[in-house]
């Protein structure tokens, strides 16, 4: 069975530092990975998503994240991060339905602050 | 700008009352879901749907909620009594296939007094 884990249900960063959101999956076969923005009092926004090409995934509001198999990881980055940027992130793994369905998999989401 | 659609936005009522919720999905769209957020639990799969036919509602207590699809455009998740612990946001996603993202309504903010 797929699942997905975040590891840091809190993150703190300064406006213009690295953002670094961790996600670690497991799956016995090639997952399928998202990444969603929520903001306060909204539903859930694609940021970016792998499918099986480019390893590295770029996605909106100049966030990427990067499929490590090896690691079995898809951990979210931002180079420069702004005020706009503090919400909270969720990592999502696709399949595990029955016979041939799918159902997305959410981790527990990590709550990202950006300080002045 | 195709959107999947919840309503109502905010809902209150009294402990042992019938509330229903209604989710009109995305167009061409052939699998709903239906989501419950909360503090405790963050996003916790309720039901789904593929084609209208009911895949998976283990997520779901059975004796109180209940999820339909009577048509294409429209998803219900009905919950008969409702009870203080069902106060969450109910949120609605649709998609059509595991290598495309969900897209997610708004939610029904539910409280139960």
């Known amino acids: 069975a797929q699942s997905v884990t975040q590891l840091g249900s809190h993150v703190s960063v300064s406006e213009g530092a690295l953002v670094l959101l961790r996600c670690n999956y497991s799956?016995?076969?090639?997952?399928?990975l998202f990444w969603y923005v929520q903001y306060p009092n909204q539903g859930l926004q694609l940021l970016l998503k792998y499918t099986s090409a480019a390893t590295l995934v770029k996605g909106i509001n100049g966030f990427e994240a990067e499929f490590k198999k090896s690691e079995t990881s898809f951990h979210l980055t931002k180079p420069s991060a702004h005020m706009s940027d503090a919400a909270e992130y969720f990592c999502?793994?696709?399949?595990?339905?029955?016979?041939?369905?799918?159902?997305?998999?959410f981790g527990t989401g990590t709550r990202l602050k950006v300080l002045a | 700008d195709a959107r999947v659609t919840q309503t109502p936005r905010h809902k209150v009522t009294e402990m042992g009352q019938e509330v229903t919720m209604r989710c009109q999905p995305i167009?061409?769209?052939?699998?709903v879901f239906w989501y419950r957020q909360t503090m405790m639990q963050g996003l916790e799969l309720l039901a789904y749907?593929?084609?209208?036919?009911?895949?998976?509602d283990s997520g779901m207590p059975k004796d109180r909620f209940s999820a339909e699809m009577p048509d294409a455009t429209l998803a219900t998740l009905k919950i008969q009594p409702s009870e203080p612990r069902d106060s969450a946001v109910y949120f609605c996603?649709?998609?059509?296939?595991?290598?495309?993202?969900?897209?997610f309504g708004q939610g029904t903010r539910l409280t139960v007094v």
């Open positions: 999502a793994v696709s399949g595990g339905g029955t016979s041939g369905t799918y159902k997305y998999i």
């Open positions: 996603a649709s998609g059509f296939g595991q290598a495309t993202e969900a897209f």
């Open positions: 749907f593929r084609n209208r036919a009911p895949l998976d």
């Open positions: 167009l061409g769209h052939n699998t």
């Open positions: 799956s016995s076969v090639p997952p399928y």
